[in-house]
């Protein structure tokens, strides 16, 4: 195994399967499927998860909505996809916790760290729900906080595409995808990863991150056994 403690960053757009909004249960059970796989290789995983299906508080804020409101509905979008990601793992059989940034201790544990890591240490998968519990982040930024914090030897970014790419694989068919970048150079060609305070909290602290293609069955297996797929950045 390549990667003994990962933290895996999921949207909540990729809760989406083909929908436009909301959480398509098919696509959470095929995820957990691919976790279960690499749960019982030994591999500890931590998810930190988005809310991007449900609400964001900048586009709230575009309608003239209170940002901080706005991004207090964000957060508790993702304590809802947290909740139905927990119950997919714990019907392929996982055993799972679920921490949350801001407290709804009814629902969900309070995230300590210690506590994170024994849940971890046990095998037990834990999701960090609540993005990092301020507004004006991201839980891009959540994912990387969480991922210094726990000790976690490389972050996963699950996108829809397979990598990054010297341009948008999507709009330009010239583009060529990246095997591996350095921070340094993701920077200097302006090339988007993860938002910039993510990103520099990344760089700053020597966390690998790696980008790949999380809905092509068995491809999450292939990034933790070291198989070179997606684009890695590191130093
Ligand atoms: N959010 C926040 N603080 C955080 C993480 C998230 O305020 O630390 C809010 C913010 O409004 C954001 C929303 O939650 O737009 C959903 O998170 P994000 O956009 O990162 O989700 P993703 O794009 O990964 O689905």
């Known amino acids: 195994m390549k990667y003994k403690r990962i933290l895996l960053k999921l949207s ?16 959470l059970s095929e995820y957990a499927k691919d976790i279960k796989e690499i749960t019982e290789l030994g591999v500890e995983v931590a998810i930190v998860i988005g809310g991007g299906n449900i ?6 804020a575009m309608h003239g909505m209170d940002r901080v409101q706005g991004d207090h509905m964000g957060m508790l979008a993702t304590v809802i996809n947290g909740l139905a990601l927990q119950n997919a793992l714990e019907d392929a059989g996982i055993k799972t916790r679920l921490q949350t940034a801001i407290k ?3 629902v969900a544990e ?16 834990v999701i960090f729900g609540g993005g990092t519990g301020n507004p004006y982040f991201t839980t891009d930024s959540a994912a990387v906080l969480r991922a210094i914090e726990i000790e976690a030897d490389v972050i996963l970014k699950g996108t829809r595409v ?8 999507e709009k330009d068919s010239t583009a060529v995808k990246f095997d591996r970048i350095s921070f340094e150079d993701v920077l200097k060609k302006g090339l988007k990863v993860m938002d910039t305070t993510a990103f520099t909290l990344s760089q700053e602290n020597n966390l690998p991150i790696i980008v790949f293609d999380m809905n092509k069955k068995g491809n999450l297996l292939k990034v933790v056994t070291g198989e070179n797929i997606g684009t890695k950045v590191n130093q």
């Open 55 to 60: 609400f964001r508080g900048v586009a709230g």
């Open 162 to 169: 397979d990598g990054i790419y010297t341009a948008d694989p």
């Open 104 to 106: 709804i201790n009814e």
């Open 110 to 125: 309070p995230f300590i760290r210690r506590k994170a890591m024994s849940h971890l240490n046990k095998g037990r998968v």
């Open 12 to 27: 909540g757009e990729a809760l989406m399967g083909n929908r436009q909004y909301g959480i398509d249960p098919e696509r």
